[in-house]
């Protein structure tokens, strides 16, 4: 079954430091990744994603995300976090079987970037 | 949030009551999709629809109806049926980008927050 993990329900860094959001996941065949940034109350916002080619992905705001295939993993990462990066960040997959767009998401991880 | 438009933006319904949440696109895609979101548990998807007069059961489609009559509008009605309704709407679509269907970023609207009295 496919499926995503997000490991920590929040990460706090202080202001300038790098950050790094994680994801593993389960799918057959190769994955699709994808990473979202949410707001407080607001809909989700495309940040980045994976398809094919060089492993590390650059974003949006400065993000990027390292696909990692032998540890299933794409981590999101920024150098220097900034206060408004503060957020609710989702990473999501989709599998590549016939014609199927749905997404399997993870729960989500809350950053706080501390001042 | 741009392209998709989600309407209203809060909505309070008493119990026994039937309530219809909009959604529209105008980025001319073919797939859209209705997802809840309760805190703590991420995106769980409702109903999506792949084409115009279609559509399939998400995740937890008990409770919900759906209608795809144009391309550019998915309506989701939530029926006195759905036991919990309170929570956050969202609205996605998703493009044909020339490539597998796989590939496809879903884009939200800005969702609607529905609260039972």
């Known amino acids: 079954a496919q499926s995503v993990a997000q490991p920590e329900d929040q990460v706090n860094v202080a202001e300038g430091n790098p950050l790094t959001v994680k994801c593993t996941y389960s799918?057959?065949?190769?994955?699709?990744l994808f990473w979202y940034v949410q707001y407080p109350n607001r809909g989700l916002q495309f940040l980045l994603k994976?398809?094919?080619?060089d492993n590390l992905v650059k974003g949006s705001y400065g993000f990027e995300a390292e696909f990692n295939k032998s540890q299933t993993s794409f981590h999101l990462k920024k150098p220097s976090a900034l206060v408004s990066d503060s957020a609710l960040y989702f990473c999501a997959v989709r599998g590549n079987a016939g014609n199927n767009r749905k997404l399997i998401w993870g729960l989500g991880t809350s950053l706080a970037v501390n001042p | 949030d741009g392209g998709i438009t989600q309407s209203p933006k809060y909505l309070f319904r008493k119990e026994g009551q039937n309530v219809t949440l909009s959604c529209e696109q105008n980025l001319n895609h073919d797939a859209m999709y209705w997802y809840r979101q309760d805190p703590g548990q991420g995106l769980r998807l409702i109903y999506y629809s792949q084409i115009v007069n279609d559509f399939q059961k998400g995740d937890i489609a008990e409770g919900y109806s759906v209608s795809r009559e144009k391309k550019e509008s998915f309506p989701l009605t939530v029926t006195s049926a759905q036991k919990n309704p309170t929570a956050f709407y969202l609205c996605?679509?998703?493009?044909?980008?020339?490539?597998?269907?796989?590939?496809?970023?879903?884009?939200f609207g800005p969702g609607t927050r529905l609260t039972v009295l």
């Open positions: 799918v057959s065949g190769n994955p699709y």
């Open positions: 994976y398809i094919t080619g």
């Open positions: 996605a679509s998703t493009g044909t980008s020339g490539g597998h269907p796989s590939t496809d970023t879903q884009y």
